[in-house]
């Protein structure tokens, strides 16, 4: 098993940054690739971006591609999302997996954490 806590979560003007931190226990956390994953009230959850086990390769929405930064840092045990230029749209619960592959896939995915909410104002 591993556990996925998810830190960091808040409210953040438009236009403005935040970091997102998944810290993780239980089994060796290199060995998962890890994923973020958001839910808006209505939506589907739907991919935000993945990390390979070493950090070497990454995957980004095309929504987020260019404002969101995925890294990792196997030592610590946590995984870190940052964004910049945040818009109303990115309003969301945004959840922390790790599983075999890194890729948009939820089923990808074999462990999640509970989800922190991020609400960008206008």
């Known amino acids: 098993q591993v556990q996925l806590v998810e830190i960091g979560g808040g409210l953040v003007q438009a236009g403005g940054s935040l970091r997102l931190s998944c810290a993780a226990s239980?089994?060796?956390?290199?060995?998962?690739?890890m994923g973020w994953f958001r839910q808006a009230p209505g939506q589907e959850r739907e991919f935000v971006a993945g990390i390979n086990w070493s950090g070497g390769s990454t995957d980004y929405a095309d929504s987020v591609q260019g404002r969101f930064t995925l890294s990792r840092d196997n030592a610590k045990n946590t995984v870190y999302l940052q964004m910049n230029s945040l818009k109303p749209e990115d309003t969301a619960v945004y959840y922390c997996?790790?599983?075999?592959?890194?890729?948009?896939?939820?089923?990808?995915?074999?462990?999640w954490g509970q989800g922190t909410q991020l609400t960008v104002s206008s």
């Open positions: 997996a790790a599983g075999d592959a890194y890729g948009y896939r939820r089923r990808e995915y074999k462990y």
């Open positions: 239980g089994r060796t956390f290199s060995n998962y690739a």
